[in-house]
Nanobody, 126 residues
Framework: QVQLVESGGGSVQAGGSLTLSCAAS????????MAWFRQAPGKEREGVAS????????YFRSSVKERFTISRDNAKKTVYLQMNGLKPEDTATYYC???????????????????WGQGTQVTVSS
C-alpha cells in the first residue's frame, strides 16, 4: 500500500522558516517525481515545487522560487521542502504528491499525480 506521510508543518511569524518532509513507502521501487502542493481556505490547490528523483531536476512556482528549496533523499524515499522568508500568503495546508513517471513533473499539476499525503498545516502570521 502506497503511503505518503508529511511532517514539519507549524506556525511561524512572517520571515521565518519551516522544513516539510514527505516520506514515501509501499512503492516497489520508488516514485519518479514528487511534489508539494498547497491549498488555502477558499482557494484552489496550487503546485508549489517538484523534483525528479530520476534526473534531480527541480521546479517551482514563481512566487516561491527565490524562497523555497526542494530536495530529496532517494535512499530514504523522502522529499523535503525548505521554506524561507515565509509570508502570510504562504499559509495553507501543504500536501505531498508522487507519481511513477517524470512526464509532466515540471508542470506541477495536481491531476498528474495519483498518490497523495494527508497534508500538514503551515500558518504564517504577520
Amino acid at each position: 500500500q502506497v503511503q505518503l506521510v508529511e511532517s514539519g508543518g507549524g506556525s511561524v511569524q512572517a520571515g521565518g522558516s519551516l522544513t516539510l518532509s514527505c516520506a514515501a513507502s509501499g512503492y516497489i521501487s520508488r516514485p519518479d517525481c514528487m511534489a508539494w502542493f498547497r491549498q488555502a481556505p477558499g482557494k484552489e490547490r496550487e503546485g508549489v515545487a517538484s523534483v525528479s528523483l530520476t534526473t534531480t531536476a527541480t521546479y517551482f512556482r514563481s512566487s516561491v522560487k527565490e524562497r523555497f528549496t526542494i530536495s530529496r533523499d532517494n535512499a530514504k524515499k523522502t522529499v523535503y521542502l525548505q521554506m524561507n522568508g515565509l509570508k502570510p500568503e504562504d499559509t495553507a495546508t501543504y500536501y505531498c504528491a508522487a507519481k511513477s513517471s517524470t512526464i509532466g513533473c515540471s508542470r506541477i499539476e495536481g491531476a498528474d499525480f495519483g498518490d497523495w499525503g494527508q497534508g500538514t498545516q503551515v500558518t504564517v502570521s504577520s
